[in-house]
């Protein structure tokens, strides 16, 4: 009698003990702050309010060496990850495979899963400086920490035609506040999102999600609401000011 495989499972829990601390997400479901080298950087609320290269390079000295983020860069192009054609979930990489990237977070423990996007996804590119409904119809928001649309249409193009020839999946890499949510931050894989776009095709979304979220500190959202008062709240009519008044911090 032939025996089944078992399933891959639906997550793997690993622990990041000595991360640089360059990337961290603060808050929940409701509303998140993603932090770069300590900076609040982009906010994420109810009000609507990359590169792996870019960011390992804040951490400075003793950072991720360029062969390894060419290597993860590389490998991310084609990491084989089979979605269960029911449930469009995968059996997630080995952890270390990421560790180019996964050094850069904040020290703690961390679950990763590998799945396809929902059908209803959308992308939100903060530096537009618009105001963005809630996402109440979409099952997925992107909100995206580099240039958008990119530039390399070379680049966008090769992944287009590596989907559609069925060559593998290339994989996004995208970290969410907690698991419940249904917002997270692209920190990897702008080009390949936009190859997914014109090719039709739901994208391989490898998320990172911290085991215990993070409540957002009080000294970081005063600077973020500094950070993001000038100029960027009166064209938003004030949608970020009532984000920040009822967002949950915790004092230092």
Known sequence: MLRRSPPPPSSVPFAVPDGHGVIEVTGDEGGSLLLLAGDPVFLEAGD???????????????????????????????PNLVPDPRTGRAGPPDPERLRPLTSLLASGRYVMTAALAPPDLRVVHPRALQVQGWYADEELALVTTDVWPPRDHRAVRGYRDRIRAGDGLPALVVLFPTAESRVGYLLDGHHKLAAYEQAGVRPMVIGLTPQVPRPIRRDDLDRARAAFSDGALRDRGDALGRVFSSMRAEPV
């Open 48 to 78: 609507g309010c990359g590169s792996v290269g870019r960011l390992a390079a804040r951490a400075g000295t003793g950072g991720p060496g360029l062969s390894e983020v060419k290597y993860l860069t590389e490998w991310l192009g084609a």
